[in-house]
């Protein structure tokens, strides 16, 4: 598979607002729009601190990266990641 950022399912309805557990200090960084072949995501990002214990739960495999030069991420992920925050 593609390395990705940790979110919830892809759905055509809004996810709970609220953030999953063990993660603090959510807070909104802004949204990307990325154009795939046949239909536009909006997807909107959040910025949070995760304990190890957590991001285990959150993520099947972690990968650790520099967020100021992630690579091998895919465009949508790429414009997430590049967002001020």
Not at 34 to 47: E, M, N, S, W, Y
Not at 55 to 74: E, I, R
């Given at each position: ?16 607002a ?16 990325h ?51």
């Amino acid at each position: 598979g593609m390395l990705g950022l940790p979110g919830p399912a892809w759905t055509a309805e809004r996810p709970d607002a609220a953030p999953p557990a063990g993660v603090n200090d959510c807070r909104e960084i802004g949204t990307v729009r990325h154009v795939f072949t046949h239909f536009a995501l909006d997807l909107q990002v959040f910025d949070g601190r995760i304990g190890l214990e957590a991001a285990v739960d959150l993520v099947a495999t972690p990968v650790w990266s520099d967020a100021a030069s992630p690579t091998g991420l895919p465009g949508l992920f790429a414009k997430a990641v590049a967002l001020p925050g």
